[in-house]
C-alpha cells in the first residue's frame, strides 16, 4: 500500500508538473498559404513573425509563445473553417492569425465567439471581415484604404475616362466599389467595369474590352500571385501601355518580387498602397535586415511579412494585457488605439473599426542600382478604411 501509494504521489506530481510547464505556453494558429500558386506570401507570413521573434524573443511576459502553421493553399472556405477549428479544438490556439484570402478569412470567423479566439488578419482586404466579430483585428489593409487614394491620383493626373477591371471575388467588389465612388465624386466618369474570375490565366480578352471603351485610364485589382503578373504582362504586350493608355493600381499588382519578370516595359507604373521594400526609414531597415540574418532573401520581401511583423506586436501585447488568459474581449481593448511607428510607417489601431490606420503612399516603377523598386513620390497619411470610417 505504501508503495502504491507512493507511485501516486509521483504519478500525481508529474501530472501537474506537466500542466504547470504547458500553462505558460501560449499558441497562436496561423492559417497561411504555404504551398500552390501563392506559396511566396505565406513564406512571407512566416518571415514576418520569425523577424519579430528573433528581435523581441519568444516570450511575452512570463508565457512562452508558438505559432503553429497550418496552409490554406488557394480560396476553399470550407478547408479554411476545418484547420481553424482544428487548430481551437486540438491544439488549442488562443489566437489565430494569417488568412490570404477573403472567403476563408469569414469561414473561420463564426468560430471565434464560442471558443473565445481572437483573429488577427495579416491579408485578407475586405472591409465587412472585422464585422463579423468583435475579436478580429487587423494589421494589412483594406481595398478601400489603398484603392480611394488611387481614385484621387487618376483624377488629379488628368483622368476623364476610366475602365476598371478587378478580381471577381470580395476584395475586387470592394475595390471596384471604392474606386467608382471617389472617381465619379472627383467629376471622372466611369466607361466600362469588368470583373475577372479568380481562375483566368488569358487576359487578352479583358485588354481588348478596355481598348474598346475608350478609356484613357485603366484601374485594376488582383491579388498578389500568377493571375496580377499575368495581367500587368497583357497590358504591355497587348498595346495599352504603348497606346498611352494608364494603368494605376493598388500594389498588389507589383509587388516587388514581380518587377523583375515585368522588366523595363513596367517602368513609370503607378500604384498606391501601404508598404514598398524600398521605404527609406530605419525601422525598415531594421526589419530587412534581419530577414536577411534568418536567411530570407529581401528580395522576396512583400506586404504579408510585415502585416504579420506588425500582427505578432498585437499578439504579443495581447498575450501581455492577459496574463496568457482566454479574454478576446480585454485582448482587443489592449490594443485598441495603440499607435507605434511600423516599417511601413507610423501606424495606429483605430478603436472604432479595429482596422489598422496607416499612411498610403503613390509609388512609381523605378529602377534603381540595377534593381526594379516601387519608388513612393506622394504620401497620403493615416489612411482609415474609408468604407467604415467617415473621418
Request: net charge neutral.
Amino acid at each position: 500500500m505504501r508503495t502504491s501509494l507512493l507511485v501516486t504521489i509521483v504519478l500525481g506530481s508529474l501530472c501537474f508538473g506537466a500542466t504547470a510547464a504547458t500553462a505558460d505556453v501560449v499558441k497562436v494558429g496561423v492559417i497561411g498559404t504555404l504551398s500552390g500558386p501563392y506559396a511566396l506570401f505565406g513564406k512571407n507570413f512566416r518571415m514576418g513573425i520569425d523577424a519579430w521573434v528573433a528581435q523581441n524573443g519568444k516570450s511575452s511576459g512570463k508565457h512562452q509563445v508558438e505559432f503553429v502553421y497550418r496552409d490554406e493553399e488557394s480560396p476553399n472556405p470550407a478547408k479554411a473553417r476545418a484547420l481553424a477549428q482544428e487548430l481551437i479544438v486540438k491544439e488549442k490556439v488562443q489566437y489565430l492569425a494569417g488568412f490570404y484570402f477573403t472567403p476563408n478569412a469569414l469561414a473561420a470567423a463564426p468560430l471565434l465567439e464560442s471558443s473565445e479566439t481572437v483573429m488577427v488578419v495579416l491579408n485578407a482586404a475586405t472591409s465587412a471581415i472585422v464585422e463579423k466579430s468583435p475579436s478580429i483585428v487587423r494589421t494589412s489593409f483594406t481595398m478601400y484604404q489603398n484603392t480611394v487614394p488611387a481614385a484621387k491620383v487618376a483624377r488629379e493626373k488628368g483622368s476623364k475616362k476610366v475602365a476598371i477591371a478587378v478580381s471577381d471575388y470580395g476584395p475586387g467588389i470592394d475595390a471596384e466599389a471604392a474606386f467608382k465612388g471617389a472617381f465619379e465624386a472627383a467629376g471622372g466618369q466611369v466607361v466600362s467595369a469588368t470583373r475577372i474570375p479568380l481562375s483566368t490565366t488569358d487576359f487578352g480578352p479583358v485588354m481588348q474590352r478596355i481598348k474598346d471603351s475608350g478609356a484613357d485610364t485603366i484601374f485594376t485589382f488582383l491579388p498578389s500571385g500568377p493571375p496580377t503578373l499575368g495581367f500587368m504582362k497583357a497590358y504591355i504586350d497587348n498595346g495599352l501601355k504603348k497606346d498611352g493608355i494608364t494603368l494605376i493600381s493598388t500594389g498588389d499588382v507589383v509587388t516587388e518580387p514581380d518587377l523583375p519578370a515585368i522588366g523595363e516595359a513596367g517602368i513609370g507604373i503607378l500604384s498606391t498602397y501601404h508598404y514598398a521594400v524600398s521605404h527609406d526609414s530605419p525601422e525598415n531597415r531594421a526589419f530587412l535586415d534581419q530577414i536577411r540574418k534568418d536567411g530570407g532573401d529581401a528580395g522576396e520581401v512583400t506586404m504579408t511579412a510585415v502585416a504579420a511583423y506588425d500582427g505578432a506586436r498585437l499578439i504579443y501585447k495581447m498575450i501581455e494585457a492577459t496574463d496568457g488568459k482566454r479574454d478576446p474581449k480585454k485582448a482587443v481593448a489592449s490594443v485598441s488605439g495603440l499607435s507605434w511607428v511600423s516599417p511601413r510607417g507610423p501606424v495606429s489601431i483605430d478603436p472604432a473599426t479595429r482596422h489598422i490606420r496607416q499612411n498610403v503612399y503613390l509609388r512609381t516603377v523605378d529602377k534603381k542600382d540595377g534593381q526594379f523598386i516601387n519608388r513612393e513620390i506622394e504620401t497620403f497619411p493615416s489612411q482609415p478604411d474609408w468604407a467604415l470610417s467617415k473621418n
